[in-house]
């Protein structure tokens, strides 16, 4: 068996957007919101399911499944492979969307249903929490009761996920390594026993993908190189010019020293003529 990248979108989408194996997502979302029997999601219903796109419409975009269970809950999961600027703020303001979006003007408020976000990182983004999975509700500071429950978020930052298999568990820890590890693997562990992430597992098999979806799945993955490519250069190009100016900046305190052109070069990375056009600039002031 040779599985897939699961942080590869569309990967993500295959796997947790297949209305013909709804059981993967329930059992997921059951996993990771740790639901007790009675609160245990039954039936779902995948309002964007997954499509194979066509290649040269693919785009590099944020990867999600939304999900309405049998409670009219609704559940956004998203993976995101980056940090995106302002990434905190985004996931209130889509989440707080996906929330007013429920009802038009006019309608009675009592008819809005909780939404419950659940966010896959495979960056760090909490600094003040080790755990890998964080939960994050409105609740009353002095009492910590939740009684504004409109909105939840929940994060699974996959760098801080650091478990070897034999000591995967429970059945959430068993998802995230799937998630995290998949690629690595040659096949399905034998302590599989749920039937949902054991149809995952399959499903993300190479030999059970048709020619077009790994086509897809290949240029989505180059896409992503490219994206982390252009990101890499830019910084380094930014740490460049950087480095540049406080050259210039130590190049023209020492001119104002009079200290010489040759000694100058010495002590910067500034090349003779950039120095030489310093010392007329100053001159010429």
């Known amino acids: ?40 999601i039954k039936r779902i219903e995948i309002k964007n399911p997954y499509q194979l796109p066509e290649i040269k419409d693919l785009k590099s975009s944020i990867l999600d499944v939304r999900v309405t269970d049998e409670r009219e809950i609704s559940y956004i999961v998203e993976m995101q492979v980056e940090e995106p600027d302002g990434f ?22 009592p008819k809005l249903n909780q939404v419950i976000f659940i966010g896959i990182l495979d960056f760090n983004f909490f ?15 002095r009492t910590q009761k939740c009684t504004l429950n409109g909105m939840e978020y929940n994060f699974i930052e996959l760098p801080k996920f650091t478990k070897v298999l034999k000591n995967c568990k429970s059945l959430v820890d068993k998802w995230i390594y799937f998630i995290k590890n998949a690629p690595n693997l040659d096949v399905i562990p034998a302590d599989v026993n749920d039937k949902g992430l054991k149809h995952a597992y399959q499903d ?63 002590y910067t990375t500034l090349n003779k003529e950039t120095v030489e056009k310093l010392i007329n600039e100053l001159n010429n002031k």
């Open 1 to 40: 068996m040779k599985f897939v990248d699961i942080k590869n979108d569309i990967a993500f989408r295959k796997i947790f957007g297949n209305e013909n194996k709804k059981e993967i997502l329930i059992s997921f979302l059951n996993a990771v919101l740790e639901l007790t029997k009675g609160k245990k």
């Open 88 to 109: 905190d703020k985004r996931v209130q303001f889509y989440t707080a969307r996906q929330y007013s979006k429920q009802i038009e003007k006019g309608d009675d408020y």
């Open 127 to 141: 600094d003040d929490d080790d755990n890998y999975i964080l939960r994050h509700r409105t609740v009353n500071v």
């Open 204 to 266: 993300a098999d190479r030999h059970n993908w048709t020619k077009e979806e790994l086509e897809a799945y290949h240029y989505s993955e180059m896409r992503r190189q490219d994206e982390k490519g252009k990101t890499e250069l830019a910084v380094k190009k930014a740490e460049k010019t950087a480095r540049e100016a406080r050259e210039i900046e130590i190049a023209r305190e020492m001119i104002k020293d009079n200290e010489p052109s040759n000694k100058i070069v010495k």
